[in-house]
């Protein structure tokens, strides 16, 4: 068929199976703007900043599985989607970035709204493309979405000039489909005696443990992952990546590990003589000191990307491969194998780990006169029910949430966990309801956060997305308030947010339902009445103890058995 | 440790920045870096002389070869291989003197001289960088106007071979 440029690039979204674009229009994107009003296959939704699009685009990709679409245009547009972009990067999420360009004859001039996008997102993306020729749209969009989804997942730019896509030069277009490209062939089967080698250290292991990420979640391996971990046996930890992949309620799940994981997970991490690393990639807030971390265990890391192998910790049995693949092949061997985890030395692992779980580190003051940010949590994870789908924001309360809201399905915590994007929640949470409109959406944010992508309340209205926001506001920038108590006495430089608004007659400006509420009794209230307005995005703004913290607490360049624990536990 | 790494990568717009930002923002050593089409127009090679620790080297080899326009690559100083740099010096030749010492010198290094002026000699010179820097010491420092090196180049000896 014989379609022009801008055509090509709205004909090639409906072949690709793409339901929804966020973007927001511009010069170098009004030919492709106006091929998208023709139709109504692509629904396009408008935005209010270009970060919101490439965020909403990412939730709608974690709760899904499927491609985040992001158009916007040049210049500005552009420069307004990276901080999405680089999220997504950091935490691998499968999108595509149309970004409008100036035409081919003013790349170089300094054209008004020009700016070089494929070398700004170039250390922000898995790949880029610069089309400069209509005929090259269908191949290199098709190259695009095969390079986001495949291997290791994460954000593909593709940059338009805007004679590409001019509506009056029509030539002919077919949809791609598979496409081979002979320098990216990512690997999918792991290689037999690698595993081999691998589960004759799984099976001989005297305190193993299980330590899994979002690689677990992005392959979809999460039943794999369930029966692999029943079948041995072991005690289960997952970073604030994978939460969700293997149910936070079940006992051989021993909660988050890292800077602010659980006493009993980051204790058996210290302590194990046999790691078993699934889609993982020992980043530094899980780590802590290297040096440091699981002194006495061999170590054995799956991951589909060989770069993440032995980057930050040598390991001892690499394998690399698709996750869903690795695990397949290992519960066979498992099954097929003659050895058994010794049943006597893992009881005796289980007795330790218990006793440290017997700590009850999570644990806080349930007594307080205050609205305790913990508490907040437990009751909205009473109130769905513990299935709703949670975004966050950045900082307390995304600890909060990852610890205080146990997670048994995967896809759904969606925090921004690389980067650590503040702005990040409510825009994925509007992603995420379009995914899923009859599903219950929380947006888990803290009042310093929520202001960095507020506008987007706007968005919501526009759309009538009822997400229900959960604001904790401790009128603190509260992570940054809790550093500042512990390693610079006190002295809180710049973490306290004066003239802040009034939350409640802000989210009704916008057309939504605004609640204060101040009263730890009232919290459960508010929460069912939230809830029970199907219809409506709530925001709600609790009144939260200003000097909570979070704990356990490893301080960065410290080892996982250098825990604090809150100060009434560590008194205990 | 030095290490020299070759690499066929797509010869499109940009191929070279994504290695230079690669190893910018990582914060790898680079010593040199030469790249040129090779006799299929699609593709380019790279030769990379880098150092690092063997972790850091498995790290440059790994997110190399992440890069999605990067072919395939091989590290060549792990094997018998041939290294070759080419320098070009313009040195001052005030007298006879300096005429003869600087052709002698020439022809002891293997050297050639590609251009003659009153007062210049253009020397051009190829071998590993040790033979080069070697030449430079041998050579009165103060003759030197400028000197220009391409950066190393190299090929496995025998039948290995980085080809698609």
Not at chain 1, 436 to 444: H, L, R, T
Not at chain 1, 532 to 557: C, H, S, W
């Amino acid at each position: 068929m014989k379609l022009s440029g801008a055509e090509i690039v709205v004909q090639f979204l409906k072949d690709e199976g793409v339901e929804y674009v966020f973007g927001y229009p511009g010069g170098a994107v009004l030919h492709i703007y106006d091929a998208l009003f023709n139709q109504d296959k692509v629904k396009h939704i408008l935005v209010r900043h270009e970060q919101g699009a490439t965020h909403a685009a990412d939730g709608y990709a974690r709760a899904t599985g499927k491609p985040g679409v992001v158009l916007v245009t040049s210049g500005p547009g552009a420069t307004n989607a990276v901080t999405g972009i680089a999220t997504a990067y950091m935490d691998s999420i499968p999108m595509v970035i149309i970004t409008g360009q100036v035409a081919t004859q003013f790349i170089g001039s300094d054209a008004f709204q020009e700016v070089d996008a494929v070398g700004i997102t170039r250390p922000c993306v898995k790949h880029n493309f610069l089309v400069k020729h209509a005929e090259d749209l269908g191949d290199t969009l098709r190259k695009a979405f095969h390079v986001a989804t495949t291997g290791r997942p994460g954000p593909v730019v593709v940059d338009i000039p805007k004679d590409t896509t001019d509506p009056n030069i029509k030539i002919d277009y077919a949809y791609p489909g598979e496409i081979e490209m002979r320098s990216y062939q990512p690997v999918v089967k792991a290689h037999p005696g690698e595993i081999s080698r691998a589960m004759e250290l799984i099976l001989s292991a005297r305190r193993p443990m299980i330590y899994t990420g979002g690689g677990v979640v992005l392959s979809n391996a999460d039943a794999e992952l369930i029966e692999f971990t029943r079948k041995l046996g072991y005690p289960i930890t997952q970073t604030l990546m994978g939460l969700g992949a293997y149910p936070a309620s079940d006992k051989q799940h021993l909660g988050m590990l890292g800077m602010h994981g659980t006493y009993e997970a980051n204790m058996a991490m210290h302590e194990c003589d046999v790691l078993i690393a699934i889609g993982a990639r020992f980043d530094d807030r899980v780590t802590g000191d290297v040096k440091q971390f699981c002194p006495d265990a061999r170590i054995i890391h799956i991951d589909i990307d060989p770069s993440s192998i032995s980057k930050n910790v040598r390991v001892d049995v690499p394998i690399v491969g698709d996750i869903k693949h690795v695990l397949t092949d290992m519960n066979k061997a498992i099954k097929a194998s003659k050895k058994k985890p010794d049943a006597k030395l893992l009881d005796q692992w289980w007795q330790q780990i218990d006793a440290w779980r017997s700590k009850n580190c999570l644990r806080y003051d349930r007594n307080s006169a205050l609205i305790k940010p913990q508490f907040v949590i437990e009751k909205l994870h009473e109130v769905t029910g513990g299935d709703a789908y949670v975004t966050s924001d950045v900082g307390q309360h995304q600890m909060f949430a990852a610890q205080f809201y146990p997670f048994d399905k995967p896809r759904r915590w969606i925090n921004s966990g690389g980067l650590g994007t503040m702005g990040f929640g409510l825009p994925a949470a509007l992603g995420v309801q379009l995914a899923y409109p009859d599903s219950q959406v929380a947006c888990v944010t803290g009042e310093a956060s929520i202001q960095m992508c507020m506008q987007e309340l706007s968005t919501a209205l526009q759309y009538m997305l009822p997400v229900k926001v959960v604001n904790l506001n401790n009128r603190y920038m509260g992570m940054v308030r809790q550093w500042q108590e512990f390693f610079y006495d006190s002295r809180y430089s710049h973490s306290y947010l004066d003239a802040l608004p009034d939350f409640v007659k802000l989210a009704e400006s916008y057309g939504h339902v605004g609640m204060r509420i101040e009263q730890p009794g009232d919290v459960e209230g508010a929460l069912k009445e939230a809830f029970a307005m199907k219809d409506r995005l709530v925001f709600m703004d609790f009144i939260t103890d200003q000097t909570e913290n979070v704990y356990p607490m490893i301080a960065a360049g410290k080892g996982h058995h250098e825990m604090h624990l809150s100060p009434e536990r560590e008194l205990a | 440790m030095r290490h020299i790494i070759s690499l066929l990568m797509e010869n499109e717009a940009g191929a070279l920045s994504r290695v230079a930002g690669l190893f910018s923002a990582r914060g790898y050593n680079i010593e040199s870096l030469t790249v040129a089409p090779t006799e299929d127009a699609s593709l380019s090679r790279m030769t990379i002389v880098t150092s690092g620790s063997d972790e850091i080297i498995e790290q440059i080899f790994k997110q190399l070869n992440k890069l999605v326009d990067v072919v395939t690559l091989a590290d060549i100083s792990e094997g018998n291989h041939i290294e070759r740099e080419l320098m070009m010096v313009k040195v001052s030749t005030p007298s006879d003197k300096e005429r003869a010492e600087l052709k002698r010198m020439t022809d002891i290094f293997r050297g050639r001289i590609l251009d003659v002026t009153d007062e210049t000699y253009i020397i051009e010179l190829t071998g590993n960088g040790s033979k080069l820097d070697a030449f430079l010491g041998a050579i009165d420092a103060q003759l030197i106007i400028e000197t220009v090196r391409s950066g190393a180049t190299g090929v496995a000896r025998g039948n290995r071979a980085l080809r698609i």
